[in-house]
């Protein structure tokens, strides 16, 4: 399966600085106005696509800054994300919470049922030459990721590849607010790429998982 290809040069650019609470943003052609991800004093706007695949958009408060200080290298509340959808006999998700928690669990399809998990904390803010709690902050708190959580509605960026049997990232707060990820449009109409912060987050969880899969707990969900 290609699907992992479709965003991890986000995650090699983003894992060249993470021993800090702050990282460069590798700068990307994206099918979306010109000027979002950095807000101007007005509001902004960030182009994406609803459910039913028709144009839509996600629009916020310029200058709308993280629930908490990036810096304090916390999160406010848990979030779940993994690839979703296809002709698959199981499904793996993978939780991240406040401090350093980071579990992945393997379920079933069909009824839900827990069939492998395990449970590694995420490097403490400021590990050199590793993504830390400070790299999953700073990109779970990029503008682009709060306007779209913030904003009503589930937002689909990309090509949604379910409908053929594909599967999309999907991306979730614990209360709520949702948002997925699929292949780049490529042109495609009534189809919008990811604003840069969320394209980022999508490389930085990638890069985590793989981080933290290489753990020997967690050996049979490799």
């Not at 007005?42 to 996600?58: C, F, I, K, L, R």
């Not at 908490?68 to 793996?92: F, H, K, N």
């Not at 406040?98 to 803010?125: F, K, Q």
Request: proline share 8%.
């Amino acid at each position: 399966m290609q699907r992992e290809q479709w965003w991890v040069w986000v995650a090699a650019a983003t894992m060249l600085g993470t021993s800090g609470c702050a990282y460069g943003v590798p700068s990307a052609p994206r099918g979306r106005d010109a000027g979002v991800g950095e807000p101007s004093p007005a509001q902004t706007t960030t182009p994406a696509t609803t459910g039913d695949g028709a144009s839509s958009s996600v629009t916020a408060e310029a200058g709308t800054t993280a629930l908490i200080d990036p810096a304090s290298c916390s999160l406010d509340t848990g979030y779940t994300y993994g690839w979703e959808g296809g002709a698959i006999a199981y499904v793996d998700h993978s939780k991240i919470s406040t401090p350093l928690g980071w579990v992945r669990e393997r379920r079933t399809v069909s009824d839900g049922h827990m069939m492998s998990n395990c449970n590694v904390h995420i490097p403490a803010c400021g590990t050199a030459g590793s993504i830390d709690v400070s790299t999953v902050v700073n990109a779970i708190y990029d503008p682009d990721v709060i306007r779209t959580l913030r904003t009503p509605g589930t937002w689909i960026f990309g090509v949604d590849p379910r409908p053929a049997g594909g599967q999309i990232f999907a991306f979730r707060r614990d209360d709520g607010p949702e948002f997925y990820v699929g292949a780049p449009c490529q042109g495609r109409p009534n189809c919008v790429d990811p604003p840069d912060g969320v394209g980022v987050l999508v490389g930085v969880l990638s890069a985590l998982d793989a981080q933290q899969l290489a753990s020997d707990g967690c050996a049979s969900l490799r």
